[in-house]
């Protein structure tokens, strides 16, 4: 189970890093830019859960996050330089982010022993930082702001997570 939710950490980190390029590209920004917003939206949310709990941050454990969220960034910088990209596909894209990170989020801080209440405030937290950053930098309404169900998604999909914990219904736990 461990290797599994690894794997989809790391699809996670290419999903955001690439809505991260896709907002670079809708504001004209340059490689390094695009690249910027491709790390920061990628491990945003993650870096901002593990230095709240004082944990050590994720991405220097390991990096071949900050690897792929960097090479993600270059190649989608070129890659929708030649394709056109709509903005409806940067809301899907986000969405499938969202779903991941707060998955990943809410399940690690149950497994550091937090009471289930920060398990899903850091489960947000993990799902929506990375994209608040991103819109901030981008010099955008965060998304998290301006649709409702985006907050609302990630409460409840941390919850349920919760809930299902609780039950004993999580496998691996």
Not at 62 to 67: A, F, M, T
Not at 99 to 107: D, E, P, R, S, Y
């Amino acid at each position: 189970m461990e290797q599994l939710l690894y794997w989809f950490d790391l699809i996670g980190i290419v999903v955001f890093a690439f809505t991260g390029v896709l907002a670079a590209g809708h504001k004209q920004m340059d490689l390094f830019g695009a690249v910027v917003l491709a790390c920061v939206t990628a491990t945003g949310g993650g870096t901002t859960r593990d230095m709240i709990l004082n944990i050590p941050v994720f991405w220097l454990q390991d990096s071949h996050y900050l690897w792929i969220a960097a090479t993600t960034g270059v190649i989608s910088f070129y890659l929708i330089r030649y394709l056109q990209v709509p903005m409806r596909l940067l809301m899907i894209a986000d969405a499938m982010g969202l779903a991941v990170f707060v998955v990943i989020g809410t399940q690690k801080v149950l497994e550091l022993g937090h009471s289930p209440a920060i398990a899903i405030v850091m489960g947000v937290m993990t799902g929506t930082f990375g994209g608040l950053i991103r819109d901030i930098l981008a010099g955008d309404i965060p998304l998290l702001l301006r649709r409702e169900i985006y907050a609302t998604a990630a409460l409840s999909g941390a919850a349920v997570l919760v809930l299902l914990d609780a039950s004993g219904r999580v496998p691996g736990r």
